[in-house]
């Protein structure tokens, strides 16, 4: 069945620091790939997709580019602000887009 | 103004008794969905809907029952409740193929 892999666990970092969580995935066919944002006491939002090779998603500074020969779709941002705390889910849907399959997410910690 | 609304927020149950959790969706969306939140887990689909009075097993349906009486309306049932059923569940609507989901803000239950 479909999975998919991301950046396990927390990751901390400072205000301005890069960010990087890795998503990896595995489909038949030809998935949609998805970054959802769960802020604390709220349910998940998209954060933005992608559905074609080589195509990038992005929102409010962050960027992930669907790559199919390395089934990738790293979420990145250049300068993390403290607002950016939350919890991001990396997620698949297959090719009639009505189920999704989410990662186990990474808690995104970032301090003044 | 909230477009999927989940009733209760809270609940404490006891081990063997009857829970519902009720979710109410304004968006005139087709699809709806029941997913377990565990740390550790990520969110799991527990069941979904496309249409009302009839309902889908997800990945992880055992011990779970789901009713859809009408379009708006999304209920999950556990008819034993059990220590690992603790959890936070969560409710979503979306559009069918677009994969966007639109959570609720979650009930957080805990089985004693």
């Known amino acids: 069945g479909d999975s998919v892999t991301q950046t396990e666990g927390q990751v901390a970092l400072s205000e301005e620091d890069f960010l990087t969580i890795h998503c990896n995935y595995s489909?038949?066919?030809?998935?949609?790939l998805f970054w959802y944002v769960q802020y604390p006491g709220e349910g998940p939002q998209l954060l933005f997709r992608?559905?074609?090779?080589?195509e990038k998603g992005s929102s409010r500074g962050f960027e992930a580019t669907y790559d199919k020969g390395t089934t990738s779709f790293h979420l990145r941002k250049a300068s993390v602000q403290e607002s950016d705390s939350a919890v991001y889910y990396c997620?698949?849907?297959?090719?009639?887009?009505?189920?999704?399959?989410f990662g186990k997410g990474t808690l995104l910690t970032v301090t003044p | 103004e909230a477009a999927v609304t989940q009733s209760p927020r809270s609940k404490v149950a006891v081990t063997g008794g009857k829970v519902t959790l009720s979710c109410h969706q304004t968006n005139n969306h087709d699809y709806m969905y029941w997913y377990r939140q565990d740390t550790g887990h990520g969110l799991r689909l527990i069941h979904y809907s496309y249409v009302a009075d009839s309902t889908e097993k997800g990945d992880i349906p055992d011990g779970y029952k789901a009713s859809r009486p009408s379009q708006e309306n999304f209920s999950l049932i556990l008819e034993l409740a059990s220590l690992s059923q603790t959890a936070v569940y969560f409710c979503?609507?979306?559009?069918?193929?677009?994969?966007?989901?639109?959570f609720g803000e979650g009930s957080k239950l805990t089985v004693l």
């Open positions: 979503a609507s979306s559009v069918q193929g677009t994969g966007q989901l639109y």
């Open positions: 489909a038949s066919g030809y998935p949609t």
């Open positions: 997620a698949l849907s297959g090719g009639s887009n009505y189920k999704l399959t």
């Open positions: 992608a559905s074609r090779d080589k």
